[in-house]
């Protein structure tokens, strides 16, 4: 059973880099008939798309976003990773990493989630 | 930008039929994918491609889509169906989700 679980720093200062790292277990994440996003949700509040990576390292983002948003994959680790810089408190959210069905575009599963807090 | 939007709320009594809506311009032209959350807890897939159920979720969860309208359906609600639903949709190169709804089973 395919599993994700999200990794890094719940606490990062304002102006500088958020780093997040997605682990998949249970399946590759070079299988062509899938691709791997980041969305996110601030406390209280709706699910937000931050972007998507496909094993050919296709990336696509949130228009809103995309100016601080780097997704990459590391196939050697089964991994992928999102980097969104220049953070201020409003990036304060639970962020969830989860597998896309290519020609279909849905989510599932997903991770678990990680808080991460924008604060000095 | 595409825009999806959901009812806030919505209230059903136990073992009765929930309704959730999700409106968009001709959205009925779109696969549209509904995800159950609760507190706590990572959104969950119960719907996808309009009205297709992954494996594990109930036959009481349906879906349907048409017109400027796409329907997720909960019928003889239960307890443990209270939850945020959202909806999903791929649009130019980006996903879009609904704002949301809380399902609260009375």
């Known amino acids: 059973q395919l599993q994700l679980q999200e990794s890094g720093p719940g606490l990062v200062k304002p102006s500088e880099t958020l780093s997040l790292t997605c682990t998949v277990s249970?399946?590759?994440?070079?299988?062509?008939?899938?691709?791997w996003g980041w969305i996110r949700q601030p406390p209280g509040k709706g699910l937000e798309w931050i972007g998507s990576i496909y094993y050919s390292g296709s990336t696509y983002y949130n228009p809103s976003l995309k100016s601080r948003v780097t997704i990459s994959v590391d196939t050697s680790k089964n991994q992928f990773s999102l980097k969104l810089s220049s953070v201020t408190a409003a990036d304060t959210a639970i962020y969830y990493c989860?597998?896309?069905?290519?020609?279909?575009?849905?989510?599932?599963?997903w991770g678990q989630g990680t808080l991460v807090t924008v604060s000095s | 930008s595409y825009e999806l939007t959901q009812p806030l709320s919505v209230s059903v009594a136990l073992g009765q039929t929930a309704r959730i809506t999700c409106g968009g311009n001709n959205i009925g032209t779109k696969n549209v994918h509904w995800y159950q959350q609760k507190p706590g807890q990572a959104p969950v897939l119960v719907i996808y491609?309009?009205?297709n159920r992954p494996s594990g979720i109930p036959e009481r969860f349906s879906g349907s889509n048409s017109g400027n309208t796409a329907t997720l359906t909960i019928s003889r609600a239960q307890a443990g169906d209270e939850a945020d639903y959202y909806c999903q949709v791929w649009d130019s190169s980006a996903v879009v989700f609904g704002g949301g709804t809380k399902l609260t089973v009375l």
């Open positions: 989860a597998r896309g069905v290519i020609m279909g575009d849905w989510f599932d599963p």
């Open positions: 249970g399946g590759s994440i070079s299988n062509s008939s899938y691709y």
């Open positions: 491609r309009d009205s």
